[in-house]
């Protein structure tokens, strides 16, 4: 069965990645491709309870990991893999890379820890490109409306995970950085010119 193609977009709050990631759909369906357009947490069955807990609910960090983790569980299962099966494209707002930026680097989870639980719900799965929107902190959050608890914890946790992103990008050949202090249309330009760089369409 053919395979899909599944992009994540990554990056700290107020980073851009929402809007990119809602042009990107756009850009994929006048190609002619299906698209399914998804986020985390949220987009699994059980999504929507899982976001309100984690939104708005202070616990332990290794606790909220665990939470992300079972979404990230029935995501798979239920929506990203069967859309890929059908090779359909599949954008998803936030990934596993997110756990390990947030909860890892941002609340001090042992990344040991988080990779070997990983290693049990991806089943091998990983984007074909992550694509990372970094702004400073301080950018981030004159952008964002602070909404939720973890958007509302300030510069100095957005500091480690920004870091943490960072990191995880000089390891992962997969993960693209796009300034994302750029104008919404040099972005949206950036942006592209990765995916067909990678030759994620064309192939090559």
Same mark, same amino acid.
Not at 37 to 49: A, K, V
Not at 114 to 120: A, D, L, M, S, T
């Given at each position: 069965m053919k395979k899909g193609i599944f992009i994540t977009l990554e990056g700290i709050d107020g980073c851009g990645k929402t809007t990119q990631a809602k042009l990107l759909k756009k850009f994929f369906e006048e190609k002619g491709f299906k698209v399914v /357009?998804?986020? =985390?947490?949220?987009?699994?069955?059980?999504?929507? =309870?899982v976001r309100n807990i984690l939104l708005n609910k202070n616990m332990n960090p290794v606790s909220e990991f665990l939470l992300f983790a079972s979404d990230r569980k029935e995501h798979i299962k239920g929506l990203i893999k069967p859309a890929l099966e059908r090779g359909e494209v599949v954008i998803s $707002?936030?990934?596993? $890379?997110?756990? +390990?930026?947030?909860?890892?680097?941002? !609340?001090?989870v042992s990344l040991d820890f988080?990779?070997? +639980?990983?290693?049990?719900i991806l089943e091998g799965l990983l984007p074909d490109i992550t694509l990372l929107f970094d702004v400073s902190p301080e950018v981030g959050l004159k952008r964002i409306h602070v909404s939720d608890r973890i958007e509302g914890e300030g510069? @100095? *946790? /957005? &500091? &480690?995970?920004r870091n943490g992103y960072l990191e995880i990008? &000089?390891? @992962?050949? !997969? *993960?693209?950085?796009?300034?994302? @202090?750029?104008s919404k249309d040099k972005v949206y330009k950036d942006m592209v010119s990765e995916i067909l760089g990678r030759g994620l369409i064309y192939g090559g």
């Open positions: /357009l998804t986020r =985390e947490p949220g987009g699994s069955s059980i999504g929507p =309870e $707002d936030r990934f596993c $890379d997110s756990s +390990v930026a947030y909860q890892g680097y941002g !609340r001090g988080i990779n070997y +639980v990983h290693n049990f510069a @100095e *946790f /957005l &500091k &480690k995970v990008a &000089k390891r @992962e050949k !997969r *993960f693209a950085i796009i300034n994302g @202090e750029k």
